[in-house]
């Protein structure tokens, strides 16, 4: 099969600027402004999600130095707080500064579908401390010693 | 619909390029030039590399939150940190390292915006916001630096309170809560101690080289823009590419910033 004049271009677009190939893809709004109204929406959302993170971390700051000096609620609440709201920014940095949210849903899946195994992860090395510690404590489970727990 | 103007994108959306490469002949869609994910290559493996790199930090501080959790005792982060440039001997627990977090944060917001201004063309609007970006991580690690340099000159670095001759419950129990401190035996004190500092060090380090390398990547790219190579190629993925890394780098921060300063 000869290759017609399209297919040509085709193959000289993959041989040198391969970038060239996903133009489109890279730079959709090309033919828009910066000042055009769709570029201003865009800018609108990155300001509330900068005011979103902003007012988190200010909570997490104001949580921590409350909790520090007050001590009203139990440390496992105050320290899943901190984890939710730590993952909520997390969310939102890369669902809107990283675009993820934008890219398309099987992308995204092969993205977060690896990190699934953070879970795992997580599970395993606490499980594996926690062992560890109790074998510590007890002379490897032969005796009850008396050990300082900090948390108690 | 012409070939050529599939390939250069102006496809009304994803599902029409996709219809219109299932319509092509084989022997066309074997040319290559089709992108499954909709997203250029350079971007993908960007990607990529951000989710291996996310397994290392994450096996870092996996690692630290299982030796704390082995240890009977840890030290207090808001006793450990809370010195703060210009005020002396005061002690503000959470407030530096907040103004750190808030640099990196804005520091990310310019980025996203020096990408804003890519997708739409805006040379100057990319130099401006890069600009600021270079300058939030330079404030950033100029803020390290006083942090580490501070804490080196109160005695902590990697593999310090190691030697019981050299340390003393007294010279230990600042930093942990009064009540844990009354009861701690040297050696718990000491190993809780040392690897709270090796970790802090190992991570935030890690972290810092991550921030290093993306201010030079930054430059970089500043340059690139100055110079028009971007406009001249017609697009600013670059800019995208050194982006995702840098909001990683931000990314990565939320969590270090909770791990070490408010568990």
Redesign the interface.
Known sequence: ?VPDS??N???Y??EH??????????????H???D?GE?KK??RK?VKI?IY??IV??L??LL??WH?HEHVLASGVV?AM??C??VF??YL??D????LGN??R??VM??LI??T??SW??IA??A???H??HM??TRADTQKIE????NE | M???TS?????AS?ED?EKYIQDSPK??RW???H????????K?MM?FFL?SD??TF??LL??Y??????????PDA?LAFGETPFTGEAHY??VFV?IM??IL??S??T???A???G????KK?VIRWLLLTIIGGLAFLACQTWEWSDLFREGAWWGRYVDPTQVSIASLSHLF?PA?AA???LY?AMQATTNFYNYFFTITGFHGCHVFSGVCLNVMILINTANGTYER?????MV?KV??YW??V??VW??V??CF???
Not at chain 1, 96 to 99: I, K, L, P
Not at chain 2, 35 to 42: A, C, D, E, K, L
Request: hydrophobic letters at 45%; aromatic letters at 16%.
């Open positions: 099969m399209e297919t271009k085709h193959v677009l993959y600027d391969q970038s060239a190939l996903y133009s489109g893809v890279l730079n959709p709004h090309k828009s402004t910066i055009s570029s865009q800018i990155i900068t993170l902003a971390t200010t997490e700051v921590g130095l520090h320290n901190f984890l709201m730590t920014k997390a940095i890369v809107v500064f990283m675009h890219e398309i099987n992308f092969a993205v690896p990190l195994l953070f992860f997580i090395f606490l594996d401390g926690h560890f510690i510590n404590n050990v300082f727990q900090a | 012409s070939q050529a390939l250069e994108g102006n496809a994803f390029h022997a066309v040319n290559g030039g992108s499954p994910f909709n997203i250029s290559y350079g993908i990607w989710i996310s397994f994450g096996a996996i690692s939150g299982s030796k704390r959790y082995f240890t009977n005792i840890w808001n627990p959470l907040s977090t808030f944060i804005l990310s917001v980025m996203v915006l990408v804003h201004a997708h739409y063309m805006d609007g809560d844990v009861k701690m035996s718990e190629r017609g697009h600013y993925e995208e982006g995702l909001h990683f931000d990314l939320v969590f910033f909770t300063y408010l568990l």
